[in-house]
């Protein structure tokens, strides 16, 4: 049977360094990484994990919580996630809680009882009743794109108000007045921020709130269809949308594009997250970009932290910045 002294000497290095490459520990390089890895495939080793867990009553597994798996912006925070538990060593067990949040707590007993060293919660808005659930276990937890300010957790996420503050600014100087807004459930704080930014940019701009231009939504392509339509079947439309985010925006150019308008020459468009998709809609959106793969290996980081007892420092609440991404979508009132 191959020994993990038989993958250091086939890689030459230490047998504590194929322990930190396995376990995810210690920081190693990657040449170094690679020719454990390699020598650990030449060889047909496969660590015993199981044995190693009852040893350290450590699972080397993660939980994963997602308000809804269909959404892109999720998913790319899900790609940070999990390339920087392969590169830790540790394994991630998924859930999708459908935007429910019973099956939110329904998925969190599951991870639960499934032994989970940690869970990365990205929640449906059930902020107090999973924290409350995790408590009670003593489950650590890092909060990812979500602002609860719950002193006793570590919360990693973007900035939201400023991101609506950079989106409705950028059409004010294109010398937009009639600014609509799609918004999210305002239950969930990326997008009661958001608008927040919105209604700070108006009011700095000496323009009044016209609250028939905030139409809700629920963050998903059908919401910005008919919440744009609404906006579009104003007496006097908006001259330009931001919807807070880029699957809204989609919807909003369906609609544009079936009421015999165009944009941006009849209507300017920005929508938040920078997905994939938003280089590629006709035309390419103007949009708000959130680090998502960078938010997730953070919040990973943080949590593998936390477990490992590498960091003592009481939980913190940090926003990584947003940043505007200028396309085809937006133009400049005469």
Do not use: W
């Not at 194929?18 to 190693?28: A, D, K």
């Not at 867990?53 to 790319?76: H, I, K």
């Not at 060293?117 to 999973?130: H, K, P």
């Not at 990584?320 to 085809?328: F, G, I, N, Q, S």
């Amino acid at each position: 049977m191959t020994t993990i002294r038989d993958v250091a000497e086939a890689a030459q290095v230490s047998t504590s360094t194929v322990s930190h490459v396995i376990n995810g520990t210690r920081y190693v390089s990657p040449d170094t990484r690679q020719r454990v890895l390699q020598a650990m495939a030449d060889l047909s080793y496969s660590p015993n994990r199981l044995a190693r867990s009852l040893r350290s009553s450590q699972s080397m597994t993660l939980g994963v919580l997602l308000p809804n798996s269909a959404n892109p912006y999720f998913a790319e925070i899900l790609l940070g996630i999990e390339a920087a538990c392969f590169d830790r060593g540790y394994n991630i067990i998924l859930g999708n809680a459908n935007d429910d949040r019973a099956r939110e707590l329904a998925y969190l007993e599951v991870l639960i009882a499934r032994q989970v060293d940690g869970i990365l919660l990205i929640s449906t808005g059930a902020y107090n009743e999973s924290i409350a659930l995790l408590a009670a276990h003593d489950k650590p937890v890092v909060m990812v794109d979500r602002s609860a300010n719950i002193p006793a957790v570590d919360e990693l996420f973007t900035a939201n108000k400023e991101g609506g503050l950079l989106a409705t600014s950028y059409l004010l100087g294109l010398g937009h007045r009639r600014i609509g807004c799609i918004t999210g459930p305002s239950f969930l704080t990326p997008s009661a921020d958001r608008v927040t930014g919105y209604y700070e940019a108006l009011r700095s701009a000496g323009l009044p709130i016209d609250r028939t231009l905030v139409v809700t939504g629920d963050f998903q392509h059908e919401s910005g269809y008919q919440a744009c339509r609404q906006l579009l079947a104003l007496a006097t439309p908006p001259t330009a949308i931001f919807a807070c985010n880029d699957l809204m925006a989609v919807g909003a150019l369906c609609v544009i594009h079936e009421a015999g308008l165009r944009v941006p020459d009849d209507i300017s468009v920005v929508g938040y997250d920078d997905i994939p998709l938003a280089s590629y809609t006709v035309p390419r959106l103007t949009t708000i970009a959130q680090p998502a793969q960078e938010l997730g290996r953070l919040a990973v980081e943080r949590l593998v932290a936390r477990l490992q007892k590498s960091d003592n420092t009481p939980p913190v609440q940090e926003a990584l910045p947003v940043a505007l991404v200028e396309r085809d979508s937006c133009r400049r009132l005469a």
